[in-house]
């Protein structure tokens, strides 16, 4: 079946007991056992939920994977991720990495004895085996990146991590799978924030995790199990009605980002527009290879720091706020927000960066109003 049909349908069978057409919140925390250990599947919600199962099913079928495991959140998924690594062994990463990730490899892991070593997106697409040793185990992928829109060849590294026995983890929340499919490129383990484009509405919090390898897999089921960070039944409930209508929101938001990002890059007070589906980006050709389309994100220099504060504040439509990928349409300015955390790191984020999440509003009025924000501005000072 089509991708469009699968979101829809897979593991939403209609409730047996009701006839139901959507998936029942399972709003419950234990389950009746007919006789000791023996019961419908369900024993305690931490361990498994119904509900659960549903999104968990389907989102494992959208990704191409046989497993899918949900999580109380983006991090809380990376946390259990990150219990596949032992102190001592390594972890390469692209550089630039959403900021809550970096913040838990250098200020939870890395006194705890894990090494981390951070590569531009070229270097992982291009060069990453003279980074690997016998000690790394995983390879961390976000492409595109965030918030600098940077695009990594994840066959090519999955050649190169394989070939020194690591893990390729992509984290596939800007493309979705709907635009991409990581495992299909050679990825083992593929996470998501649910926050973002799945839940679709910016009304929840949540995680995932999917692969096609068993052994992988049966671990983060016992890890999900052991530390808790698990999903509420509603939360899950939510990503459920976000999926079905996910496809026909990425094609607006795709259509509405190419719109915004032509008219920023023939604007004169932009100094670079960071956008994947433009010709002249670094990466374009990759992500044409690699993506369906190129997603709903485009970050752009302002002439200043200071412009780009000013800007943020002035725009109407662009709500200032952090997160991404909901209907709406979002502005901020990563080095003071989401990324303040790699403030200090060799690979900060520019100062003068403008990220937006571009909604599915009316692309003309998005575009009138950046360009009535962009035009009371302030100039860049001599």
């Known amino acids: 079946m089509d ?45 498994a939920n119904p509900t659960r199962t549903a999104l968990q099913v389907c989102l494992a079928s959208l990704e191409g994977a046989e497993h899918g495991i949900a999580f109380s959140s983006g991090l809380g998924a990376t946390t259990t991720i990150m219990h596949l690594v032992n102190p001592g062994e390594r972890v390469v990463c692209v550089n630039d990495v959403y900021g809550g990730v970096y913040r838990m490899f250098s200020q939870v892991y890395e006194p705890k004895g894990y090494e981390f070593t951070y590569l531009p997106a070229a270097d992982v697409s291009a060069n990453l085996a003279d980074h690997l040793d016998e000690r790394t185990r995983i390879v961390w992928i976000e492409t595109p990146t965030n918030p600098t829109l940077n695009i990594v060849d994840v066959h090519a590294a999955a050649e190169a991590a394989h070939a020194a026995g690591a893990l390729v983890v992509v984290d596939n929340t800007f493309a979705t799978p709907y635009l991409q499919q990581p495992l299909a490129l050679g990825a083992d383990v593929v996470v998501h924030s649910l926050t973002k484009y799945l839940g679709g509405h910016s009304d929840l919090i949540g995680g995932f995790a999917a692969t096609n390898d068993p052994t992988v897999a049966e671990r983060l089921f016992f ?22 209508t996910l496809a026909v929101r990425m094609r607006q938001h795709c259509d509405n980002a190419r719109a915004v990002a032509e008219f920023l890059s023939g604007h004169p007070r932009v100094e670079r527009v960071l956008y994947p589906g433009l010709p ?35 725009t109407k439509l662009w709500l200032l706020a952090e997160s991404l990928g909901g209907v709406e349409s979002l502005i901020e300015v990563p080095a003071r927000m989401t990324h303040a955390s790699t403030a200090n790191a060799p690979f900060a984020v520019p100062r003068n960066l403008v990220r937006l999440s571009v909604g599915i509003e009316s692309a003309d009025d998005l575009i009138a109003d950046l360009e009535a924000a962009l035009v009371r501005a302030p100039a860049a000072r001599a």
């Open 223 to 244: 890890l999900q199990k052991s530390l808790g960070a698990v999903p509420g039944p509603f939360d899950c409930w939510l990503v459920l009605r976000g999926l079905k």
């Open 3 to 47: 991708f469009e049909t699968r979101a829809i349908h897979d593991g939403q069978e209609p409730d047996s007991a009701t006839g139901a057409v959507t998936v029942p919140i399972y709003q419950t925390s234990t389950y009746v056992q007919e006789e000791v250990g023996v019961h419908k599947g369900y024993d305690y919600s931490r361990v």
């Open 280 to 314: 002249d980006h670094p990466g374009h050709d990759v992500a044409a290879r690699q993506m369906r389309d190129f997603g709903g994100m485009v970050s752009f220099l302002a002439e200043s720091e200071e412009g780009a504060v000013e800007l943020v504040a002035r």
